[in-house]
């Protein structure tokens, strides 16, 4: 696979998708191919290769993530009946409200959000896709997850704040965007990306932290409570 070189005018530039190491052997055969991740089941429709535009956008999915590690319950079924629950209109939203607010004031689940954060920084990589516009996506899709009519308030828990997010309209998200449902990205359209010599991404986030041009501390406080912790800022 052709290696990239990271440099600053990638901080708000070009297209970018982590993956874990495991997949480069894959990647490298046939590309990437579009499917529907373990942590959109049930709630995404279609398969489709998702993205960032900018490395600003990859602390901003990472925020995204880490909400997400939170929040989620450990018992897989728990999530599948929530993910389908959340949008029938005659469900006690109350109930939802109840549990959300129980796990943020729980400090476990905070510890553990982060733990699988760690795994996901020391078992991924990050690619650079060379994508076009209108051919291998479109800047007015959908955002399938907001279109399913799940509430604001829930929305913004599960990562759609509107720090960074507009729940006025369906559109996709310059953190959160896809390719066409079911088009896949060609070998030859990735790189694998590096800096300083390390293809490790715990050392791109570095890199990242260290140029962006984000108040971090605003704008993705629990990426920030993250780095903190680990005495990354």
Known sequence: MEKYNLSFHDITSNYFHFTSYFNLKSIETV????????????????????FVEGLDN??????????????MPRI???YTLGAHLLRWRCFPQIIAD?????????????????????KLLNESVLLKLDLKEKIDF??????????????????????????YSSLENNDMDRWNLHCFSNHNISKDKIKLC???????????????????KLDLENMVPILYKYLKSRNYV
């Open 31 to 50: 590309g990437l191919i579009s499917k529907i991740g373990k942590h959109a089941k049930y709630i995404e429709k279609t398969k489709k290769v998702f």
């Open 194 to 212: 590096y800096i300083n010599n390390s293809y490790y991404l715990i050392d791109i986030l570095n890199y990242t932290v260290s140029n962006s």
């Open 76 to 78: 897989p079924f728990i």
């Open 138 to 163: 479109n800047y007015d899709d959908i955002d399938e997850i907001k279109s399913r009519k799940y509430k604001k308030r829930h929305l913004e828990l599960m990562g759609y704040h509107k720090r």
């Open 58 to 71: 990859l602390l901003i999915l990472f925020d995204c993530w880490i909400n997400i590690f939170y929040y």
């Open 98 to 118: 109840c549990y959300f607010g129980l796990l943020k004031k729980t400090k476990i689940y905070e510890k553990r959000a982060f733990k699988v954060f760690d």
